[in-house]
Every structure is written in structure tokens, then in C-alpha cells.
């Protein structure tokens, strides 16, 4: 068993890291499942409780574990917050956990490397792998079609707003009416979605709605880091707005071959 410590502090500012959106905690269990899968070993994933104890929370983990097989990934949440990495991996050690927390090699932060953390690896590397898992429903979908996501905080595609992940409706439309003269329906996943494809509590369906989709066609976003669950690269196209300063989700999947169209 590998035990990972999830990390404590925020790479972003000294505050408390608490896997605020969908999108984090879908990456961090992709992670976990990337590196039991690459390296022949089931995985337990340690996080303070800030991330874990939470009804909310505690049922969002849930959902996105059922939606990898078995045995490979597990999650374990402990009744601490606030912690530097060292002292949380000494907390991990007192409880018999030889644990190891993770930087990231390809897009260097300065907090990737806490003082007095030496135990970690290296999770850019982990997530170049993309695992395409299968899904775990069955359901109606067109014969042929992308799953599309343009919708960002609450607000729906067709509306705009300064959000800097957010495309213009406009752009928009003319990228969906693309795909619709090539002669692919449209899936909406996510806020805009229909029936069982919008969001917490229907990962299932939009996870199978995405294992069977050409391509899926949308912004940076949680539902961005679930389609590296179940497409290769070339199936994915990342539209952005602005210019420069791209998360490091982004230049990854740029790196590992995602198509990044600028609107």
C-alpha cells in the first residue's frame, strides 16, 4: 500500500489547501489511481479534515471513488488542519503511515518544495498518464457526438460574463455549430447540461456520456479534468480566452497533446 499525503497548505498562498471545486478533487483521485496503476500497488490517499470532514465533501470523494475500479484507490480523511507539510507528514508517521507527499517537476511552483519535506515524487509525471477507465453505466446516447461544457460558476454558455475561463457565447455557438456540420450531436455535461448530465450526483452518466464521445469540446474546468479519466489527448479540445498565465492543468494537457484554441 502507498500512502500519499494530500497536500496541507495551498501552493497558491499560505492558507489552507481544501479541494475547493469538483475539478481538484477529480484530479487528486486521478493521482492516486495513476499511480497505483503505473506502479502496481492499491494507493490510500491522507487528508486533513478540512478536505474531508464535510458532509458535502465526504459524499463528492464517494462518488468520484465508485467511478474507478476497484482495489486501486483509496481515501482516508483525519481529524487535523492547518498544518505544515512536515508536520503533517510527522502526523502521518505518529499514526504508521510512511507517507509521502508530491511536487510538480513540469510546472515548478515555490512552494512545490516545503521546508524540511524530503519524501516526495514527482505527480507531474503521474499525470501525464491518461487511464481512460470504463464506465461504470449504460446508457442512450446519439450515434455520433461530442459532450460540450462552456458554462463556468452557475453562469449557463449562452450568457456572458468577466470570468477569465469563460468564452463569449458567441464563440460559442460558432464552435458547437462546427461539430453540428460534421454531423455530431451535442451532449451539454455540466450547469448547462440535461436530465443526469449536470454535475455532482451524476458523475456516472457524464462519465459515460465521455467514455463514448468522439471528442468532448468545452473551457477549463472540474469537467475538463474528468475527461482526462476516460479520453486520450487528441480526443480533447481546450478552448481558452486569455492569454498567458495558463494553470498548470492546462499547460500539462497542452504538453501531453490536448489542442488548446484561443477564442
Excluded at 44 to 51: E, G, I, N, Q, S
Aim: net charge positive; hydrophobic share 30%.
Amino acid at each position: 500500500m502507498k500512502h500519499i499525503a494530500v497536500r496541507s497548505k495551498s501552493l497558491r498562498k499560505d492558507a489552507p489547501y481544501t479541494v475547493p471545486g469538483l475539478g481538484d478533487r477529480l484530479h487528486t483521485v486521478i493521482m492516486g489511481y495513476n499511480y497505483s496503476i503505473l506502479n502496481n500497488t492499491p494507493v490510500t490517499l491522507h487528508l486533513t479534515t478540512d478536505k474531508y470532514h464535510r458532509p458535502d465533501k465526504n459524499a463528492s470523494w464517494k462518488e468520484i471513488l465508485e467511478l474507478f475500479p476497484q482495489g486501486h484507490v483509496y481515501v482516508e480523511g483525519h481529524k487535523v488542519k492547518e498544518l505544515s507539510e512536515k508536520e503533517w507528514l510527522d502526523y502521518l508517521a505518529n499514526k504508521g503511515y510512511n507517507s509521502e507527499t508530491y511536487y510538480y517537476k513540469d510546472y515548478k511552483h515555490p512552494r512545490d518544495f516545503p521546508k524540511g519535506v524530503d519524501n516526495m515524487f514527482d505527480a507531474g509525471q503521474i499525470m501525464s498518464h491518461y487511464p481512460c477507465v470504463p464506465a461504470i453505466v449504460d446508457i442512450d446516447l446519439p450515434e455520433k457526438y461530442v459532450t460540450a461544457q462552456f458554462d463556468c460558476n452557475n453562469v449557463p454558455y449562452y450568457i456572458n460574463s468577466p470570468d477569465a475561463r469563460k468564452i463569449d457565447p458567441m464563440k460559442v455557438e460558432q464552435i458547437l455549430s462546427k461539430y453540428k456540420s460534421q454531423g455530431y450531436e451535442i451532449v451539454f455535461i455540466g450547469g448547462d447540461g440535461k436530465k443526469n448530465m449536470n454535475g455532482p450526483g451524476n458523475l456516472k452518466y457524464i462519465g459515460a456520456a465521455l467514455s463514448k464521445a468522439k471528442y468532448h469540446v468545452g473551457a477549463e474546468s472540474g469537467f475538463l479534468v474528468m475527461a482526462q479519466m476516460y479520453m486520450k489527448p487528441k480526443q480533447i479540445k481546450l478552448h481558452v480566452r486569455h492569454k498567458g498565465g495558463y494553470s498548470h492543468h492546462v499547460q500539462r494537457n497542452v504538453a501531453n497533446g490536448v489542442e488548446l484554441i484561443k477564442c
